[in-house]
């Protein structure tokens, strides 16, 4: 049975994944904790520290297109006091030259809750290899 604290924090999580798979910075906006102690690593990038250089970040991906379909899966969440993470594998589909092509990444994504709000305050991303029966499947 999950707790309440622990679907607050899952909504949360579902909201950035809105915001990424829309493009949508507004909604993305809404969902970081604005200081300078957030961090962000997108599969193979350095890490990014502070809202303003993850801002952009995403301002950046956004404007170069975004995916078609982002979907997510071994979703978890933990709970203590005022932190919480959650662990994904993310499933970020795109058109490259009219095929399409899947990424997988492990992320980790952690909130603080300030206030009654729950915000991300560190999200880490980490490219995986695409199981060749995935692969096949998708053809």
């Given at each position: ?36 102690r957030a961090k962000c690593v997108h599969p193979g990038w ?25 979907q997510i899966s071994n979703v978890t969440v933990e709970v ?60």
């Amino acid at each position: 049975m999950i707790d309440e604290q622990s679907e607050e924090v899952l909504r949360v999580n579902e909201k950035f994944y809105r915001a990424l798979e829309n493009g949508k910075l507004d909604l993305m906006e809404e969902v970081w904790l604005k200081d300078p102690r957030a961090k962000c690593v997108h599969p193979g990038w350095p890490m990014l520290w502070g809202w303003e250089a993850i801002r952009q970040s995403w301002k950046n991906i956004f404007e170069s297109g975004v995916p078609i379909k982002v979907q997510i899966s071994n979703v978890t969440v933990e709970v203590s006091g005022d932190l919480a993470w959650v662990t994904c594998i993310e499933h970020i589909s795109y058109v490259i030259k009219d095929q399409v092509q899947i990424n997988l990444a492990q992320a980790t994504n952690i909130f603080e809750r300030q206030g009654s709000s729950w915000l991300m305050v560190h999200h880490h991303a980490s490219p995986m290899p695409v199981p060749k029966k995935v692969d096949e499947k998708l053809q």
